[in-house]
């Protein structure tokens, strides 16, 4: 197991990526809420953006994700002999699949 600072920043790095994510979802504009828009207001900001609604997603979702990382790094699904058997080193062929 790496050690728990490691894991930390694992873990805000799949918080950081989750939250760009989720950040689109959910969100309507005034025109798709049949609310008036504000002048001067772009036609596709958010209508009643809820910042507190995205963070606890983010928070879920991101804590689902690394735990199955904790898991495959447990288990080893997918260690690093398969992902190069993918994905050779630079300057050598790919394999025929």
Do not use: C
Request: zero cysteines; proline letters at 9%; a neutral charge.
């Amino acid at each position: 197991m790496p050690p728990w600072y490691s894991m930390l920043a694992i873990y805000l790095l799949f918080w950081v990526f989750t939250l760009f994510l989720v950040l689109p979802y959910g969100v309507r504009t005034a025109r798709e809420a049949g609310a008036e828009e504000v002048p001067g207001q772009a036609g596709s900001a958010p209508h009643g953006f809820s910042l507190p609604r995205k963070l606890v997603a983010t928070t879920l979702v991101s804590a689902v994700l690394f735990g199955i990382f904790l898991l495959n790094w447990r288990m080893e699904w997918v260690t690093r002999a398969d992902l190069e058997a993918l994905l050779p080193a630079p300057g050598r062929s790919v394999p025929d699949v």
